[in-house]
């Protein structure tokens, strides 16, 4: 069998085995990005795994420069990759991704002990949070915002106190019943 034919077996096996799994992406046919643990696990990692022309009898080319890993520390990411070059060697001139994506989700902790999440890191938070810790502090009501146009209203109606005329929102009731009639006209 060809290099060619061991990749297509091998991306059809992928492909059936990780159906409809929101951790396996599939890049193009030669590269594929695995997520080890949950989105909200702060030891998750991200495997980028690119195959050259001759895999599986070549090693693959694994990458950990994914911006999700940009929380992980340097000496982490070394140690993640050695172990995993380990596994590579191991299983040199067989079909492997299988195996790497399980033998790192099963030695996720092993391999992520040392972690100590990276200051530096993008942390995304939500507004609720961030309205939270600022009307914690001052505790001012907000306004509720209006448009232009809502507030060319108002002051259309108002006169130079900004206080609406007397009897303002009784024309139109006024209007109304002149048109239908009281109850007297019957």
């Known amino acids: 069998m060809t290099a060619n034919e061991d990749q297509e077996m091998e991306l059809e096996a992928l492909r059936s ?3 409809g799994d929101e951790c396996f992406k599939e890049i193009s046919p030669v ?3 695995f997520r080890i643990g949950d989105l909200e696990d702060t030891k998750a990692f991200i495997l980028d795994i690119t195959w050259p022309e001759t895999y599986p009898e070549a090693a693959p080319q694994i990458c950990l420069d994914a911006f999700f890993n940009n929380r992980i520390s340097a000496e982490t990411k070394q140690l993640i990759l050695s172990k995993l070059e380990e596994q590579v060697e191991a299983n040199l001139g067989t079909a492997m991704m299988y195996t790497l994506f399980e033998w790192a989700k099963e030695n996720q902790e092993a391999l992520m002990e040392n972690h100590k999440p990276v200051v530096t890191a ?3 938070t939500s507004s609720s ?3 939270s810790t600022t009307t914690a502090g001052k505790k001012k009501d907000k306004k509720e915002q209006l448009t232009k146009a809502q507030k060319r209203r108002i002051i259309s109606r108002t006169d130079n106190k900004g206080e609406l ?3 303002w929102n009784w024309v139109d009731v006024i209007k109304h019943l002149s048109k239908t009639g009281g109850k007297d006209d019957e």
């Open 17 to 19: 085995i990780y159906e």
């Open 31 to 33: 590269s594929f990005q």
């Open 122 to 124: 993008v942390t995304l």
């Open 129 to 131: 949070d961030m309205t």
């Open 165 to 167: 005329p007397r009897g």
